[in-house]
């Protein structure tokens, strides 16, 4: 950090892995991790330029190598940047890795991550501790991949992140699972392009008390137009009492990512001028809008910190829009869909089609 700064690089505010600079009237922009660092700029001298500079101040401990072109790999994905005003994000290796690397040969596929039991806690009975152990490593790579470039599968590791202290037999079986869909969707790459870098869209929904103990579950993706760049799947941390309400505390865990987006791009040099938040649930929405003066009886004790986005809609920071039940896409993290409504949401979440493209039929 110390030298980039040396070096008139700037960094950004919120994300201390992210600096700029802006060199011939363009923006060059470096991100990295640890030893691994991606550097971009319009013209290619300048990229030449800082890998001298590179090598200069690093050399000493060893060549600083660099891969030039369209083709990068980087942190455990592979970008393809050859389609114009795409990326295309590809964790294939990484993916195959985890199921040929698995104790168990895995040949069978399934056409969903996870069955409509996902939440219920089934076979109770524990798993020995070898078993315990590769659950554990297994899940956390589900946990990088998801995160990366298969956020088709973040709420069914999600879900057994939260398992991992303790799992029993009903866990192992959806692991397995989990590994089959892997492995009948392994080519599967996430496609990224954006219609337009001032409208952030975001699509957050709820699953009221589907656990257990009663909770509601929250789930949620932000697109630029083409795939999901962030996606959002947690088991909310209190009860509450309605559908209404769910939807409300859901909006509320889902806020911080929705702002800090907003900060971050801006940071970058992309002026917001819409931060869209899509619900399907039109008396949230009331609330959101216009806080405790829409509360009824039965949302009147809520705690004000969910009227959180109130404060924010109120400041421009965020705009509420409402989609129908039926296009909710933040549906997806929130429930283990089936179908082909699992089919379609999932296409445009990888970015297959777009969200125009997608025709879901009421029933």
Known sequence: RKDLEGNDFK?????????????VGRQHTVRFHVDDLMSSHKNPQVNDMFFEWLNEKYGKHGEVKAKRGKHHDFLGMKFDFSQKKKVIIDQKDYVDAMIDNFSIKIKETEKTPAAEDLFSEGDSTSIDKDR????????????????????????????????VKAPNESDWKKLIRLLKFLNGTRGDVLILSADNLRTIKWYADSSFAVHPDFRSYTGGYMTFGR????????????????????????????????????????????????????????????????????????????????????????????????????EMLGDYWTKPLQGRKFELFRDVIMGYITFDELHVSPS
């Open 227 to 326: 795939g999901a760049i962030q996606s959002l799947s947690r088991k909310q941390k209190l009860n509450t009492k309605s559908s209404t309400e769910a939807e409300l505390v859901g909006a509320d865990d889902a806020s911080t990512m929705i702002l800090w987006t907003r900060l971050f791009l801006e940071q970058q040099g992309y002026p917001i001028d819409q931060n869209i938040l899509y619900q399907d649930n039109k008396s949230t929405i009331l609330l959101q809008e216009n806080g405790k003066r829409s509360s009824s009886k039965r949302t009147r004790a809520l705690n004000i910190r969910y009227f959180f986005l109130t404060d924010q809609i109120e400041k421009g920071n965020v705009t509420v829009k409402y989609c129908p039940t039926n």
């Open 132 to 163: 315990a152990e590769e659950f554990h490593s297994v899940v956390a790579q589900g946990l990088y991949v998801c995160k990366r470039a298969r956020p088709d599968v973040h709420q069914t590791v999600t879900v057994l992140c939260t398992r």
């Open 11 to 23: 960094f950004n505010d919120y994300d201390p892995c992210v600096a700029n600079k802006t060199v």
